[in-house]
């Protein structure tokens, strides 16, 4: 074989192997198998269910899973998990950018939606259980309680995020008008931090930690921006 033919051969051999940057490429756009949603959403389910079942079993049953106030404790249960689901949806885009896993993006509004599901829930528990649907007693409540006008406000924005989570209204908002509304996540998580933590009133040792949490998805995403800038700007 000539010298040519062996340096063309050689070429298409390249040609055909992908080099290291290629490689890394394919390994983050890989798609996850199909029952991994299917999976997680079924985990997303499991404390709406157990706290569900052991609240019916405490009063039906005269079991104790949820303690001396099982309403209490419900509605602390739900509240808990709505701002661990916010910190699941907050920590997916720097999670993203850590690892190069950037399937985890298709989940992120799944993990928002729970959030808001166990907010609904959270609200019924309050309203439904709790206060026996006396909308006079809960206007009297949201009135005297400032901890829960903040719930009541934090609720409230977390409705416009729910029912933008769609396809078809990411497409009728438009890419950059939606990622402006959602924005409203770092209000609501702010918002439900102030919640919990005047509702504890004594031992604020949890809400300290959430707090710690959500500071730390904000500075990650504070950092990020700022280098985007000042990498925009250098390269203008």
Known sequence: MSEAAVRTQRGADAARTPDASTQRHRA?????????????????????AWVIWALYSDFARVTSYLGANPITEAEHFTGKWTLRFLIV??????????????????????????????AALHLSMYVGVDMGFDFGDI???????????????????LIPLAVTSTNAMVRRLGGARWRSLHRL?????????I??????????????????????????????????????????
């Open 195 to 236: 919640h919990f933590w005047w509702a504890v009133k004594k031992d604020i040792t949890e809400p300290l930690i959430y707090a710690l949490v959500f500071g730390a998805l904000f500075g990650a995403r504070i950092i990020w921006l700022a280098g985007a800038r000042r990498t925009g700007r250098t390269s203008s």
């Open 28 to 48: 983050r756009t890989v798609r996850p198998p199909r029952w991994l949603k299917p999976l997680l959403f079924a985990l997303c389910l499991v404390p709406a």
């Open 185 to 193: 996540v770092y209000v609501v998580a702010v918002l439900g931090v």
């Open 139 to 157: 206007g009297h409540d949201i009135v005297k309680h400032p901890y829960i006008t903040i719930g009541m406000t934090a609720f409230l924005l």
């Open 89 to 118: 949806t907050l920590a997916t885009t720097p999670l993203r950018r850590l690892t190069g896993w950037n399937w985890l993006a298709r989940y992120r509004r799944m993990f928002g939606l729970f959030a808001f599901f166990y």
